[in-house]
């Protein structure tokens, strides 16, 4: 028994300083690296270095917050600027569109005062006639060209002619209640009693059925003819005012079988320029 006793005695007071020895094995050299890392420190500032690398070093995990913030508040501000671009791109668009319309506005007023100046010009010329306007509301081709226009007044009759800002266009088609319609001089229906201006001859002009296109009736081979020659309204019969322009000797041509020239004449005003009418009498 007692010599049980004294071997675990033996034991304890082995493992005692075995721990002992142990402890001083790994203590020591601890303790070396302590002091070699703190005199190192104090020479060479390694601490300081070492903080400083490791910021360095770990800067971009650092700053991922305030890059996310500042990248989230870039898109913030771009798309809000987008926005204010955009709206601005159609505060812009809507001004010009109004501009647009205004200056089509204004250009229609300028060529209405035009056109309303030029008939007042020419009704000076009508001295003592009664003159009457209306308004151009519809213009068709088939089957025969027509222009109706609005009246205002029961005065008008089927014997006046129609002018608009150029000169004479044509004459009563049809007489209705507020409304007339007009067929072009051009049309195959009339003939009117004309003259050249160069040779003071008298002609008859017809039309062709072709817009602004006349042909003299029945002009004799050995007549005094010329290209450019003007020809105007001689007012004989009472139907046409006399004086106006009615177009240019544009084509002279002979045939065999013919004693007639065939003289075409082209006028320049369009049957339907404008917006108004002026009807007078002969």
Do not use: C
């Amino acid at each position: 028994m007692f010599g049980g006793e004294h071997k675990q005695t033996d034991i304890a007071q082995s493992a005692i300083f075995t721990t002992g020895s142990m402890r001083a094995s790994r203590l020591y050299p601890a303790l070396l690296i302590t002091l070699s890392v703190m005199y190192g420190d104090y020479l060479f500032d390694l601490s300081s270095k070492i903080r400083i690398y490791s910021s360095y070093i770990l800067s971009p995990f650092t700053q991922i917050e305030y890059l996310a913030t500042d990248t989230i508040d870039a898109f913030d501000s771009y798309f809000a600027s987008q926005k204010r671009l955009t709206e601005e791109i159609e505060s812009l668009k809507e001004q010009i569109r109004n501009l647009e319309n205004q200056n089509l506005t204004l250009q229609n007023t300028k060529s209405s005062l035009n056109e309303l100046e030029r008939l007042f010009d020419l009704s000076k010329s009508f001295k003592q006639k009664d003159i009457f306007l209306g308004k151009i509301s519809n213009f068709k081709k088939f089957p025969k060209e027509i222009i109706s226009v609005d009246i205002r007044t029961n005065k008008i009759t089927n014997d006046m002619v129609a002018f608009n800002a150029f000169g004479l266009i044509g004459v009563i088609d049809e007489l209705l209640v507020n409304t007339v319609k007009i067929k072009p001089l051009h049309d195959l229906s009339l003939k009117i009693p004309a003259k050249n201006t160069r040779t003071l001859e008298n002609i008859i002009i017809t039309g062709t059925g072709e817009s602004k296109l006349f042909q003299i009736e029945e002009f004799k081979k050995n007549g005094d003819i010329a290209l450019g020659d003007e020809i105007i309204s001689s007012g004989l019969g009472g139907k046409f005012p006399e004086g106006f322009s009615l177009g240019r000797v544009i084509d002279i041509k002979e045939n065999d079988e013919s004693n007639f020239l065939s003289v075409k004449v082209e006028n320049s005003f369009d049957f339907t320029f404008g917006s108004t009418v002026l009807f007078t009498g002969p």
